[in-house]
């Protein structure tokens, strides 16, 4: 089961020990547990893998990429800033 979404973004997270990514993007369906809307927003949780056009995260959610997306650097400080709704876009987060 897996969430579908898309103006999507992958955005490392700079850790000067371990950076990490995540996902923000826009979604479209939702049938895993109804959590979101469509048009909603999300931030994911620490990305594992990302094989084709799925995200699988730590938490165990998988979202389906659809379409074109983007790539970010972003700090801890704009990681929380995402979380809360912001858009990379709207951070003017540095492009990849």
């Not at 996902?23 to 479209?28: D, K, R």
């Not at 979101?36 to 699988?56: A, G, M, Q, W």
Request: aromatic letters at 10%.
């Amino acid at each position: 089961m897996k969430t579908i979404v898309r103006n999507w973004a992958l955005i490392t997270i700079v850790d000067e020990l371990s950076p990490f990514k995540v996902l923000w993007a826009v979604v479209v369906s939702d049938n895993v547990r109804n959590r979101f809307k469509e048009s909603d927003y999300l931030c994911s949780s620490r990305i594992l893998y990302i094989e084709d056009n799925l995200v699988r995260t730590h938490t165990g959610s998988c979202y389906e990429l659809i379409g074109e997306g983007s790539e970010y650097v972003a700090s801890y400080v704009q990681l929380i800033s995402l979380i809360g709704g912001l858009s990379p876009d709207e951070l003017n987060l540095e492009k990849k």
